[in-house]
Every structure is written in C-alpha cells, then in structure tokens.
C-alpha cells in the first residue's frame, strides 16, 4: 500500500485523500493481497535463523534456546 501510495499520489493532495482513493482501486482484497506469501517468507527466515543460532550454541557446547541446563555428574 505504501508503495502505490508514493507511485500514484497526486501533486498537492492530502494523505488522507489519497489513501481513500486507492483503497476504492484496489479494494479490500488488494490490502490484504500477497500477505500469505509474505508469512511463509518471514517464517521460513525466522525458522532458519534460529536453526543457525541453536546449531552454533551446539557446536560451542552451550544449551539450545529453551532447552535445559545440563544436569552436573553426580560424584
């Protein structure tokens, strides 16, 4: 919506104006439109970077995130 607002905004008219303008183009399916794409993009990044992360705690020898502790060896 940001973009089509700096793309198609008309030479002294107010924000407000314009964007009841280009909702009426685009509708209520066009606001929401590439919004499930964009979640399985972000969630794909998200998961990935928090296999990175837990994978290098691992190697280092430090628990995961949310994992426990380990237990001491009792003597």
Known sequence: MVSKLNANR??????????KRIYGEIGPAGLWNGLPVR???IGTLTGMQWLLYDSFKLFVGLPTTGGLAPEEEKK
């Open 39 to 41: 979640i399985v993009m």
């Open 10 to 19: 008309q030479p002294g008219e107010a924000f407000g104006a314009s964007m």
